[in-house]
């Protein structure tokens, strides 16, 4: 979930203390082998969804499927926005885990996911126009794992290429890359190996490419850019709960072609 810049703006210095301290931890962790998660609001409504208690809980979840150990929500914020969020704990883009062989392939799944947002959306969208975004620990307000599934920012579509190596969007510069597939790419394994600083500072956007495949975009937190890819996907402001559960959306996260 992306922060409130005003708030980010008064809250900086507690949370960059915040933020430090998660990260040594994490990297501690990390050394032995472990994960250390902060809590997670995200943690609590997936358990909700797979052990519910009340019809809401229920609701909120469009797909729950622990075999492959992921759940897609509708998200309170955004008409269009949907999370894929892991039923394990993960401790977001920094969770070791999630580079694993044998991980689940978090973002294939994710995009599998996509028919959600044009059922939302109440007309086509196409693949050129979709997104998957997950945030660096300092641009979120959730340590457990969850990608964003949203629409593309008007104007980000036009700017990807091919022959580009990146590009400056809402005023940061990502790494950009094209692929074929998701299906055989494990896209935080690959981000390790080239990643400028730690995981815990990475961001990572997915967007169709209209000719096929993929464009990967990836940043990482520097010089006020907090490297919240979900910046590249359209705003989300919050619903009324009645909209929220009132959605027909019933089947659209089954899984699609990939």
């Known amino acids: 979930m992306r922060l409130n810049p005003v708030k980010h703006a008064v809250f900086a ?47 909120v979840c469009l797909r729950v499927d622990t075999a492959r150990r992921y759940a897609i929500l509708k998200d309170f914020r955004g008409p269009t926005q949907f999370l894929l969020v892991a039923t394990d704990p993960r401790c977001g883009i920094e969770d070791p ?13 994710a995009w599998s996911a996509r028919r959600c947002v044009a059922r939302a959306a109440g007309a086509s969208v196409p693949d050129g126009e979709l997104s998957l975004a997950i945030n660096s620990i300092a641009g979120r307000s959730d340590g457990q794992l969850h990608i964003h599934i949203d629409r593309l920012r008007p104007g980000v579509s036009s700017a990807l290429g091919r022959d580009k190596s990146e590009v400056i ?25 080239t990643a400028s600083g730690a995981m815990s500072d990475q961001t ?28 590249l996907q359209v705003d989300h402001p919050p619903l009324p709960p009645e909209q929220l559960l009132s959605e027909p959306l019933a089947g659209c996260a089954d899984p699609a072609r990939p």
């Open 204 to 231: 990572i956007v997915v967007a169709g490419d209209p000719e096929g495949g993929f464009f990967v975009l990836d940043d990482h937190i520097h010089h006020g850019d907090y490297a919240s890819g979900e910046e």
């Open 169 to 193: 969007l809402v005023g940061h510069r990502y790494r950009l890359r094209h692929i074929d597939s998701l299906a055989q790419t494990n896209l935080f394994a690959a981000l390790a190996e």
């Open 97 to 109: 885990r999630i580079e694993a062989k044998d991980a689940p392939n978090y973002f294939a799944l």
């Open 13 to 59: 210095l507690p949370q960059a203390i915040a933020v430090l301290l998660v990260a040594t931890a994490a990297l501690d962790a990390r050394a032995a082998g472990e994960s250390v998660c902060p809590p997670s609001r995200l943690w609590k409504v997936v358990q909700g969804c797979i052990h519910p208690n009340t019809a809401n809980e229920a609701a």
